[in-house]
């Protein structure tokens, strides 16, 4: 879901089809204009590349806090390894 087209810098879908209900979002004036010039008409995949990006970033930054629960720790109980 990561692919956008070069010259337009629009985000291309490739991921899993939109099958769930729709969701609608309050934006102020001045965030939408920002989200239209960055988005033009594309405005739903680019959300939700957003959001998708935004998860990322709070797995990432979980992981980070707390290593030993994904797994990213050494394993220090069993000395024998």
């Known amino acids: 879901m990561r692919n956008r087209d070069t010259e337009s810098g629009k985000f291309i879908s490739t991921s899993e089809p939109v099958v769930s209900r729709p ?3 309050r934006l102020p004036p001045s965030l939408e204009m920002k989200l239209r010039k960055y988005a033009g008409d594309a ?5 939700r590349e957003a959001i998708t990006e935004k998860l990322e ?4 930054q979980e992981a ?3 290593p030993c629960l994904h797994g990213t720790m050494t394993d220090n109980a ?3 390894k």
């Open 43 to 47: 405005i739903a995949p680019w959300i």
């Open 57 to 60: 970033r709070i797995k990432k």
């Open 64 to 66: 980070s806090q707390y």
């Open 78 to 80: 069993n000395p024998e």
């Open 23 to 25: 969701i609608a979002i």
